[in-house]
């Protein structure tokens, strides 16, 4: 049984995803574009990590691999949604550490950008509708 202290914990990873995914949007309707990458991945991370505090009752790892996240969380992703998590772990790191400002910002455009967002709304979504959710 989670406690209500730790229920509060993982309601404020949950709400904490939500003002990120509401954040991203706001930058897509701006054309600041370079971060939205990394806010989504900020987004599912936050998402991961609160199911592993209901999986594991008590503070998730401080990592921020997706992929690790995921795997410790125990979750078994589908194969299209791990797809997208592999790609916001890429994209995330890349926008915040850019090896070439000028490239990223060609990369990063407003459909690339919506894409990411919309990939990572499913996978919240997703996480969001696990069975080990229920228990909030």
């Not at 995921?70 to 790191?93: F, Q, T, Y």
């Amino acid at each position: 049984m989670i406690h209500e202290k730790r229920k509060q914990s993982v309601r404020n990873w949950i709400a904490s995803a939500d003002y990120d995914l509401i954040t991203a949007e706001h930058m897509l309707q701006t054309g600041l574009y370079l971060y939205i990458a990394f806010i989504c991945h900020q987004a599912v991370e936050k998402m991961l990590k609160a199911h592993i505090e209901l999986k594991e009752n008590k503070l998730p790892p401080l990592i921020q691999d997706l992929g690790k996240l995921s795997e410790h969380a125990a979750l078994n992703v589908p194969d299209n949604l791990h797809r997208i998590l592999r790609k916001l772990n890429k994209a995330g790191i890349s926008t915040i550490y850019p090896n070439d400002l000028q490239k990223r910002l060609a990369q990063y455009t407003e459909g690339y950008c919506s894409q990411v967002i919309d990939e990572t709304q499913k996978l919240v979504r997703w996480l969001r509708s696990h069975p080990r959710s229920a228990t909030l």
